[in-house]
């Protein structure tokens, strides 16, 4: 069989689509928590035939082109129809934002934290053996485990080929969707996996720790030595594809994610940001101390300040292995959640500091008023999208100098307030 090599991208980033709603059972973060796949090697772009079966038909070709065997396509796309449910969830937008500390109170539940301590015990020499191979601290690789799919609990139960289709055919993403679905019928065509037992998130994301299919040719690895990558039975393959996985990330073998931490009275909040990297005794000679006392970890990296809540909730100085887990889902929550349950794993990793739980959080109607009124005040946010990224952060930096509050760049409703208050004033 002839099949394309996959272009490994320099940075695997969450399929956007994955924060719709999980399904119900296991509390797992599998959709918030999704590896996604290589960028594509080369972009496709068809005209969109009318009908489904059109569709497949041209895709078939396609299919084929790439190295997929006839009896591999048709044996997959057997009664396959587009999935509706799949497309609500494509289409779902949340009004709300929701607070951090409530996805935290949820992926660091105490259920969640004694049945990972339990479940290291009962692998501990398997687990114990991919530390030693891919250098991975076994706690990161159980929080993930704990985190996708509830220790296995909920590994999804979407027809990953119908899923994927449907995206391809109608999703919001389509030529993304479109690649994704060839690289999982190449893991198909590999043997790897049967059919019927290739089932996962609305999105695609498959396996006990929810890779997607550009993830999986990449870094699924036959831990056990059968001749097949499988992560949704084989724990063996599972914990040694995610170690894997972080490995290539960059994971320093021996060091940790980072800490909480108090920042001294006066403190400069435009340092916060991963933009700004600093050694450990350069922050400390801010006077960056750990919250509770002690030393702060060492690392042989640099070091970032994040306060994920404002000046208002907790500080954390955060390492290299912090952005590694980063690179498995690129958003800051998650990593939080990977990094705090790991450290509740061995006891640790209780927070010092209270989140500003009374805080509103605001609406994406509210974000745009936000960015729309900060341009107009001069400080332009390079689009008004609803979406906090970084250039409008900077903005509200600037209108926080302005009034003279901490320069954290965290949008809060007082902050909209006041904005709203000073136009029509």
Not at 178 to 191: C, H, N, P, V
Not at 194 to 212: E, I, K, Y
Not at 394 to 413: H, K, N, S, W
Request: net charge negative.
């Amino acid at each position: 069989m002839v099949v394309r090599q996959v272009t490994i991208a320099g940075a695997m980033l969450a399929v956007a689509a994955c924060s719709a709603p999980t399904a119900s059972g296991s509390g797992s973060a599998a959709a918030a928590g999704t590896v996604a796949g290589p960028a594509p090697a080369a972009t496709y772009t068809p005209a969109r035939p009318a009908t489904f079966p059109e569709w497949l038909a041209d895709f078939r070709v396609e299919a084929l082109a790439y190295g997929i065997s006839p009896a591999t396509f048709d044996a997959a796309f057997a009664n396959v129809t587009p999935d509706p449910q799949v497309i609500e969830y494509d289409n779902y937008q949340p009004e709300f934002t929701r607070p951090i500390w409530e996805y935290l109170d949820n992926a660091i539940s105490a259920s969640r934290v004694s049945g990972g301590q339990q479940r290291m015990q009962q692998n501990a020499a398997l687990l114990s053996d991919v530390e030693r191979r891919y250098g991975v601290d076994r706690r990161f690789i159980v929080a993930i485990w704990g985190l996708e799919s509830g220790y296995g609990g909920n590994v999804g139960s979407f027809d990953v080929i119908r899923s994927l289709a449907t995206l391809a055919y109608e999703g919001n993403r389509t030529e993304r969707f479109r690649e994704f679905l060839l690289q999982a019928l190449e893991i198909l065509d590999r043997g790897d996996i049967s059919r019927q037992r290739m089932v996962g998130s609305w999105a695609g994301a498959m396996g006990q720790t929810q890779f997607m299919p550009g993830s999986y040719l990449a870094y699924a690895v036959d831990g056990d030595g059968d001749g097949h990558r499988d992560l949704w039975d084989s724990l063996p393959d599972v914990f040694a594809s995610t170690g894997n996985y972080l490995a290539d990330a960059g994971w320093k073998s021996g060091e940790t994610w980072g800490a909480e931490v108090v920042l001294p009275a006066g403190f400069d909040y435009r340092l916060t940001g991963d933009d700004t990297r600093r050694s450990v005794a350069d922050w400390q000679a801010m006077g960056v101390r750990a919250a509770g006392g002690g030393a702060l970890p060492p690392t042989s990296g640099q070091a970032s300040v994040i306060v994920p809540a404002g000046h208002r909730g907790p500080a954390f100085l955060v390492y290299d292995n912090f952005r590694s887990i980063l690179r498995y889902n690129n958003a800051t929550s998650y990593a939080l959640a990977v990094s705090l349950l790991a450290d509740q794993l061995e006891g640790r990793g209780q927070l010092v500091a209270a989140w500003p739980r009374d805080q509103q959080q605001l609406s994406r109607e509210d974000r745009v008023d936000l960015q729309t009124l900060l341009t107009a005040r001069g400080y332009d946010t390079r689009g008004v999208d609803g979406i906090i990224g970084p250039n409008s952060r900077e903005a509200v930096r600037a209108f926080q100098a302005e009034i003279g509050l901490p320069q954290d760049g965290y949008p809060t409703m007082d902050l909209l307030t006041r904005l709203r208050q000073l136009q029509t004033g």
